[in-house]
């Protein structure tokens, strides 16, 4: 099972922008889909945006705002996002699926306030 960290999370004014990226532990080359989700404090962890066999899909809420890219050789998923809301506001975990199996990054916080 693939590990997955996290970083580049922080504080950020509205409007704004921040990159977050996820390393794996291996070769990310044959996991079939990684992307990113977030959990805002009293609500459900919710889907930001998947990449999955040369396709991306995105939460309405993101859509074009945020970008989903992966390095193959590097084996980071990065996550763009841009025009920050504070509603943006979440713990954002990363998230790979190989088959039947899952994995998740331990979360990184992500603040948009003025």
């Known amino acids: 099972q693939v590990q997955l960290v996290e970083s580049g999370g922080g504080l950020v004014q509205p409007g704004g922008s921040l990159r977050l990226s996820c390393a794996a532990s291996?070769?990310?080359?044959?996991?079939?889909?990684m992307g990113w989700y977030r959990q805002a404090p009293g609500k459900q962890r919710e889907l930001v945006g998947l990449?999955?066999?040369?396709?991306?899909n995105y939460a309405d809420s993101v859509k074009g705002r945020f970008t989903i890219s992966r390095d193959n050789a590097r084996n980071t998923v990065y996550l763009q996002m841009g025009s920050l809301k504070p509603e943006d506001t979440a713990v954002y975990y990363c998230?790979?699926?190989?088959?039947?199996?899952?994995?998740w990054g331990q979360g990184t916080q992500v603040t948009v306030s003025s």
């Open positions: 998230y790979a699926r190989s088959g039947t199996r899952t994995s």
């Open positions: 291996r070769t990310i080359f044959r996991i079939d889909a």
């Open positions: 990449i999955s066999s040369g396709s991306t």
